[in-house]
């Protein structure tokens, strides 16, 4: 496989990216998880709890947004 990956032009770039691709799906996946955390955990939080809640969740859907990930977490991320 990789002497015919060495030989098509562009072949090993396509192994890269697919590879970059799944590793930023697999930190798409981490990010959603410690949002949808944030979300279960600020009904609970009182005043400055609440405040340090929404910052991590907007340094999350900043990470979301910079790795490609649109709709969910980004609308999810309410900005006052």
Not at 39 to 56: F, K, N, S, W
Not at 58 to 76: F, I, K, M, Y
Request: aromatic share 2%; charged share 30%; hydrophobic share 40%.
């Amino acid at each position: 496989i990789l002497q015919v990956l060495l030989s098509e032009d562009e072949g090993l770039d396509t192994v890269d990216r697919t590879v970059n691709d799944c590793l930023a799906a697999l930190e798409l996946q981490r990010l959603r998880m410690a949002i949808t955390e944030v979300d279960r955990q600020l009904p609970l939080a009182t005043g400055v709890e609440q405040d340090e809640l929404m910052m991590r969740k907007e340094q999350l859907s900043d990470e979301w947004r910079s790795l490609g990930g649109r709709g969910w977490a980004a609308s999810r991320v309410r900005r006052s």
